[in-house]
């Protein structure tokens, strides 16, 4: 089957003028991020499917639960840049690519440049330190950690009114949970005709 970088309906309006370059990024995934091993070897139909437009769904909820002008987000256990460098291609607001491995961060630096991405920004630091101290601060994460790990973390820290709001992919369907402090609520959209995937949306109260 040929490839094919197709948006979902959700996408078009938003995303389509930004299509030339996340297929640069795209191209970039397939070749380098494979070579250097940030990746693992896929077909360019599941690079597509699962990491970018998996990534733009991250970027729909974003505008969707916030005003973009006030935020930093922080993309942990970045990786290849997934969700981050999609969502920075797609918005102008600075995004920060957060992994704890040196190698990772210099192939992002490098990438960077290349795509000319100015508000995409390679940091290497720990996530879990970032998520103790989090406050007024917007966080996704992709294949990173699950949702009931973020939220044992974040009480144990005892948080409170700290203005968080953290994206996290999930694998399976879950009623939206409620605890004493947070809310989280379960996002589904389609990655291609087929698939959905379903992103939750942790939001202290
Ligand atoms: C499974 S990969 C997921 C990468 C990417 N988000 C994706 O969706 O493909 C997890 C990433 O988290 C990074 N990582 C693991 N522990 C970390 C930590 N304590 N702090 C920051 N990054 C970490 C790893 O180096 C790796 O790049």
Request: glycine content about 2%; charged content about 30%; overall charge positive.
């Amino acid at each position: 089957m040929s490839f094919e970088p197709q948006l979902p309906q959700w996408g078009l309006d938003d995303f389509k003028k930004h299509l030339d370059k996340l297929i640069e990024y795209h191209n970039w995934l397939k070749d380098t991020a494979t070579k250097t091993g940030l990746i693992s070897k896929k077909t360019d139909q599941f690079i597509w499917d699962e990491f970018i437009v998996h990534s733009l769904y991250f970027a729909k909820l974003l505008k969707k639960y916030k005003n973009l002008k006030e935020c930093e987000i922080i993309d942990l256990g970045t990786g290849a840049g997934i969700p981050g460098i999609p969502i920075s291609i797609v918005n102008k607001t600075n995004v920060s690519l957060v992994d704890n491995k040196q190698k990772r961060i210099y192939e992002l630096e490098r990438l960077v440049k290349i795509l000319n991405l100015k508000n995409a920004i390679p940091k290497k630091k720990d996530a879990n330190t970032i998520l103790k101290d989090a406050k007024n601060s917007v966080i996704v994460m992709r294949c990173y950690v699950s949702t009931s790990n973020v939220l044992k973390l974040l009480e144990k820290k005892q948080f409170k009114e700290n203005n968080l709001t953290i994206f996290v992919s999930s694998n399976s369907k879950s009623s939206d949970i409620f605890n004493k402090m947070f809310h989280v609520k379960q996002e589904k959209f389609f990655i291609n005709k087929n698939n959905f995937r379903y992103i939750d949306v942790i939001t202290d109260m």
